[in-house]
């Protein structure tokens, strides 16, 4: 397993529309494993391919207070969608910043599991605000840019900052 570099607001390459994965490879196995110990280490409670410069679409969620239930979601699709809840995001690709978002509450999602095999679930209120920010991120979308431009340019110079000085 490996860690991965996690590319942070406002890289532009977060910006890039991922492609469906046409195969489960071993080496898309292998990616989901490195998703998820990035995302348990750094620590997060999901994290997109998008995020470690990987184009394809597949997201890893851990929701569990133990970080013991890995949910691996590969091309993962949203059939239905109802209802609304908001909450404070935060992303390790925007650390440190907390904003409240809308989203459903909930939704049911199919999806490919790490050996290919399709799946659906339901998922309501946490899980569901993570699969919709998650797949977000397959889209090149960002939870700032649902929030206010002063907001968000505020952000982008707090955290250019930030890089700078590192
Ligand atoms: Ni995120």
Redesign the pocket.
Known sequence: MALLDILEFPDSRLRTVAKPIKNVTPKIRQLADDMLQTMYLAP?I???AS?VNVHQRLIVIDISEEKNQPLVMINPQIIQQEGSIESD??????PGYYEPVSRYSSIRVTALDQNGNPFEIEAEELLAICIQ??L??LDGK??VDFISKTKRQLIRKKLLKRKKQN
């Open positions: 997060g999901g994290l997109a995020q995001e935060g992303c390790l690709s925007v920010h998650e977000d991120h960002l939870f």
